[in-house]
């Protein structure tokens, strides 16, 4: 068990390293940020001063190694635009993003769950064939599109919801949060639900499947012969087995929920990472985009060992077949 | 022997109709009928998108045709020359049935080309992986299961901020995105298909390695292959839309479906709905009807489902 685990931490820490370089190398040969973040009418002197406070005068490798360094103390280089600290800036965004990933979350159970449950019990009626359609319009329909529609008809043509932005916020153990006032709640409804959409037909699918097999299981049988109400032996029987099919995927998918809140966030408004990074890369902003580029790497290879560490313990043949190679 | 004689000694011979392999995977497509309805609209797509500066009722891009007077029209409202705009102008007064026709073929253009390119790559990584085994295909299988656990959209957007803008290196994007599916399929299949008999036949003759691979073992490796394309030109399609959306993706010479949607977005908030809305119900028949023919093929081609 343990050589499983150190063997994928070693994994995880080459996946970062060579993440690493290719990020900085790369980053570093496109384009000039000297041209994009001087005033083109300042003089020779100004210049020289800029490129030498940003680090570009030196040799590429040379910059690779500060860089490594630096990011060791947590150090991730001053942003062009804002000349504050990359990594700062990042951390600061952060819980936004997560807590519209977690709203996403929550929102692919609550209504997935529901809708998946009922199409699983009744296979063949039109009500549950239009919600299987539906939940494959949902895996074809473009997140970015949606969300424009959505601020189309909610914001603009009935003007029941804000647009942009997180509205509100309080603070809790230092974070901002916006879900827990009035206004807040208000500007999370639409991207959180824009978010949730893919999840929401996946999670309806899994629950469908899971119920249509639970259906037919004796513990399911014995609890009707018991003479357990219909209610009780779908909320309570039913729904406790599919939850951990439901709860697994989501808990892979969540990775994905953050990687594709930079779209949602976009749409949106909302001052997250993601919105962060596209902004840095119409900016040329180098040191924002390395930032973010290595924490959302760090973020999923610890996702990701996670997963795998559980995945061993629940099942010993992926471990063992990895012991043998 | 003339024609006619040959039919009917064939008659004579055989007088029960017999299928080809072409018409049972015709027949056996054709039991769906929203399949077929799905087959026919994106047989029309590939027809607008190939042909679309000969059908187009108007060039959106020739700037001595395009009026700023008829810019925010109204779809159904017709222009100062009676040319009618059935899906209304956007802000610079383009023909929006027009741009559509023009993004369709760019984003085709762009979809089709990455997938065919990620096809071959990744099709031959993985047929390497899976005949030679040990530790090459240890290697190639680890890479592609690390990409795999990085959603497709981190991906592109890692590889954009590092390669920057430009069509050929969205296409690059896109192929580096899509080759580990493509290399993953393969290798499934030519690692059952390796150990069947004509392989092993084809290894006897003393053929060369890339003989058995190229010449043996891939075309027996197609049809799953066939069906991951086709959904992967699909999420490239897609994939590329929302990079052009994000203003990371094509530049704005190449207006593709994904940047038509982005220009929309900026009046959007001024009530323009159409600008923004058909370009994109365009992008979602196209990614429909794609998601909708792979589904069947996968159906059709599955052995395991054949009756």
Redesign the interface.
């Known amino acids: 068990m343990s050589v499983f685990i150190i063997r994928r931490l070693m994994q995880s820490v080459i996946v970062v390293a060579v993440m690493s370089l290719i990020v900085f190398v790369g980053v570093n040969v496109v384009g000039d940020p000297v041209d994009m973040l001087i005033n083109p009418e300042a003089d020779q002197a100004e210049i020289e001063r800029v490129i030498r406070d940003l680090g570009l005068d030196r040799p590429l490798h040379e910059q690779y190694l500060y860089f490594v360094g630096n990011a060791f103390e947590g150090d991730l280089g001053k942003s062009f635009v804002f000349g504050e600290s990359a990594l700062k800036l990042i951390v600061q965004r952060m819980p936004a993003t997560f807590e519209l990933a977690f709203s996403a979350l929550l929102m692919a159970i609550v209504i997935g769950v529901p809708f998946g449950v009922y199409a699983g019990m009744r296979p063949n009626a039109i009500s549950s064939r239009t919600i299987m359609a539906g939940s494959i319009l949902g895996f074809s329909l473009p997140t970015f599109w949606v969300g424009l529609m959505m601020i189309m008809v909610f914001a603009v043509m009935l003007g029941w919801l804000p647009s942009t932005g997180r509205g509100d916020t309080v603070e809790i153990f230092g974070i901002e949060v916006s879900f827990l006032t009035a206004d807040g709640l208000s500007h999370l409804l639409m991207p959180a639900l824009n978010l949730a959409l893919l999840k929401i037909s996946l999670v309806i699918r899994l629950a469908r499947a899971g119920t249509r097999e639970a259906m037919h299981q004796d513990y399911v049988k014995f609890a009707r012969a018991k003479g357990l109400s219909e209610t009780r032996v779908i909320l309570v029987h039913v729904l406790k087995n599919i939850m951990i099919p439901v709860v697994t995927v989501l808990g892979l998918e969540f990775g994905s929920l953050i990687a594709f809140s930079v779209v949602t966030e976009t749409v949106f408004a909302w001052p997250g990472m993601g919105k962060l990074l596209i902004d840095a890369l119409h900016n040329l902003d180098r040191p924002i985009i390395v930032a973010y580029l290595m924490m959302i790497v760090l973020v999923f290879v610890i996702i990701n060992l996670i997963v795998d560490i559980f995945y061993s313990v629940l099942d010993p043949r992926v471990r063992l077949k990895d012991a043998g190679q | 022997m003339s024609d006619a004689a040959e039919q009917t000694t064939a008659h004579a011979v055989d007088p029960v109709k017999v299928e080809t392999p072409l018409q049972r995977f015709v027949s056996d497509y054709a039991d769906n009928k929203i399949s077929v309805v799905a087959f026919i609209v994106l047989v029309g797509i590939i027809f607008i998108a190939i042909f679309a500066p000969w059908i187009s009722p108007t060039d959106p891009y020739d700037l001595a045709k395009v009026s700023i007077f008829d810019s925010k029209l109204e779809p159904g409202t017709k222009s100062m020359d009676g040319v009618t705009f059935w899906l209304g102008t956007d802000s610079a007064g383009r023909d929006l049935l027009s741009s559509i026709f023009y993004g369709l073929r760019i984003s085709l253009g762009v979809g089709v080309m990455s997938g065919v390119i990620a096809l071959c790559i990744g099709s031959a990584i993985g047929l390497i992986a899976a005949y030679y085994g040990g530790r090459i295909d240890?290697l190639i299988m680890?890479i592609v299961d690390?990409q795999l656990?990085?959603?497709a959209?981190?991906v592109a957007?890692?590889l954009?901020?590092?390669?920057?803008k430009g069509v050929d290196k969205v296409i690059i994007a896109l192929v580096l995105v899509q080759w580990a599916y493509y290399a993953r399929t393969v290798r499934g299949s030519a690692l059952v298909e390796r150990n069947k008999e004509y392989i092993e036949a084809a290894t006897c003759l003393a053929l060369g390695n890339n003989r058995i691979v190229f010449r043996h073992l891939m075309p027996n490796c197609l049809p799953p292959l066939i069906v991951v394309g086709t959904v992967q030109t699909?999420h490239a399609i897609?994939l590329e839309?929302?990079l052009s959306?994000?203003?990371?993706g094509l530049p704005i010479t190449e207006p593709s479906l994904g940047l038509l949607?982005a220009n929309?977005?900026e009046v959007?908030?001024s009530?323009l709905?159409w600008v923004?809305?058909f370009p994109?119900i365009a992008?979602?028949i196209t990614?429909?009807s794609i998601?909708l023919v792979g589904d069947q093929l996968r159906d059709v081609l599955n052995p395991r489902l054949q009756k």
């Open positions: 240890t680890r690390i656990s990085f959603p959209i981190l957007l890692i954009i901020s590092v390669l920057g699909a897609s839309a929302t959306f994000l203003g990371v949607i929309g977005f959007m908030l009530g709905y923004s809305f994109g992008l979602l990614i429909v998601n």
